[in-house]
């Protein structure tokens, strides 16, 4: 899809919305909204559709440009932007803040917001007014959760509250220290069981969408299976509706690369050859042409004032 500049008033046609191999980027993000009803027609219809991480208004303004229907702004936050090890540490009002700026660079794409550890699982009440905050103060057009089966009646509830909820299943980072590490989920027969109850139940909860992380292409296979809702993959295999993966990997801004997720542009050794080339320039003095000047008239009476001839 190219970018274009935004035109309100008229529908996506079916050339916009039909790349021609097939896949799907969802409804031009600077013609039309991208909402959940928008994701379920591309799931019928079998059209696959793209999502990323973001974290800012400005990386959002190009991925709308560029067509990406659905943005994350995940608690990867924690790591990419804070410099911590795992995802544990996000704050809340920190996180709350970032997908309303998310939402102002890119107000067509679908913003999904991550509700980071301990803000949802200390009690119902305090998780749905926290799931509010993202909807209200974070302009969130959904919230994810990371999630097992005995989170349905969570997810139920704030299904009732009007809550839109992204059940995140399969490999869940934010029980990363219970585990050893980030490890993927579903590799024996009674986990891959556990996680196919686990999908069942928040299908039954009301969750608006799946996300699964990090599971074999069999277990993926089962959940799209029974799902009538979007299941977005982060390395689950290509049998997902979509695909999501941190933008930071396909930068090549990582210093570990999954294998799902491998880089596409070396933003990495472009931004060290650039502040190499800036030091340079600094000691060479090659700053540019100054812009900013005095009037020779002005010039003459500052110097007067402070006594130079």
Request: net charge neutral; with cysteine; aromatic share 6%.
């Amino acid at each position: 899809m190219q970018p274009r500049s935004p035109q309100q008033g008229r529908p996506a046609s079916e050339a916009e919305t039909k790349p021609a191999d097939g896949g799907w980027a969802g409804p031009d993000p600077t013609v039309a909204p991208v909402t959940v009803r928008s994701l379920q027609r591309a799931m019928r219809e079998r059209r696959n559709f793209a999502a990323l991480t973001c974290y800012d208004a400005t990386t959002a303004r190009w991925f709308e440009r560029a067509g990406v229907p659905v943005l994350l702004v995940g608690d990867t936050a924690a790591e990419v932007i804070l410099g911590h090890p795992n995802t544990l540490h996000a704050p809340l009002d920190f996180l709350v803040t970032l997908p309303a700026a998310v939402k102002r660079g890119a107000p067509r794409c679908l913003v999904m917001a991550d509700m980071p550890f301990m803000s949802y699982q200390a009690g119902e009440d305090e998780a749905v007014k926290n799931a509010g905050r993202f909807m209200t103060e974070g302009h969130a057009d959904v919230v994810k959760l990371e999630v097992d089966a005995s989170f349905a009646p969570l997810v139920a509830k704030m299904s009732r509250a009007g809550v839109p909820v992204v059940a995140h299943i399969g490999s869940r980072p934010q029980h990363a220290k219970q585990v050893g590490g980030y490890v993927a989920a579903g590799k024996t027969a009674d986990e891959a069981l556990r996680i196919i109850a686990d999908a069942d139940a928040m299908l039954a909860a009301g969750a608006t969408m799946l996300l699964v992380e990090a599971t074999p292409v069999e277990v993926t296979e089962e959940i799209v299976r029974r799902a009538r809702i979007p299941v977005i993959g982060c390395g689950a295999g290509p049998v997902c509706h979509g695909q999501v993966v941190v933008t930071h990997d396909l930068l090549g801004l990582s210093e570990r690369q999954p294998p799902f997720a491998l880089p596409i542009v070396s933003l990495g050794k472009a931004l060290g050859d650039m502040a190499d080339t800036w030091k340079d320039r600094v000691r060479t003095g090659a700053l540019g042409e100054h812009p900013y000047a005095l009037s020779d008239e002005q010039r003459a009476e500052f110097f007067r004032r402070i006594g130079r001839s």
